[in-house]
Nanobody
Framework: QVQLSESGGGLVQAGESLRLSCAAS????????MGWFRQAPEKAREFVAA????????TYADSVKGRFTISRDNAKNTVYLQMHSLKPEDTAVYYC?????????????????WGQGTQVTVSS
């Protein structure tokens, strides 16, 4: 079992930056692939970024590529999402997700554990 807790969301203006953190419980964090997803009002949850258990293969949605960076610190059981050049269309609840390491593409939604989400609002 893994419990995930996101933090770092907030209200920013377009062009500004935020860093989201996701702290995971348990001693096997390094065995999990980790992902970030987001859900805007009246829209489906969508993939944002993910990273393999080893820290390799960071993968991004086209909409955030070049602006967002995912990273992890296995010693701290934490995954991060650094977001730069934020746009109003990035406004959403951001969710952290974990899955037992797998060869499946990181961008699938087949993750085993989900956090409660943190709100990111970008004003124009």
């Amino acid at each position: 079992q893994v419990q995930l807790s996101e933090s770092g969301g907030g209200l920013v203006q377009a062009g500004e930056s935020l860093r989201l953190s996701c702290a995971a419980s348990g001693r096997t964090f390094s065995s999990y692939d980790m992902g970030w997803f987001r859900q805007a009002p009246e829209k489906a949850r969508e993939f944002v970024a993910a990273i393999r258990w080893s820290g390799g293969s960071p993968t991004y949605a086209d909409s955030v590529k070049g602006r967002f960076t995912i990273s992890r610190d296995n010693a701290k059981n934490t995954v991060y999402l650094q977001m730069h050049s934020l746009k109003p269309e990035d406004t959403a609840v951001y969710y952290c997700a974990a899955r037992v390491r797998s060869a499946a593409p990181l961008s699938t939604r087949a993750y085993d554990y989900w956090g409660q989400g943190t709100q990111v609002t970008v004003s124009s």
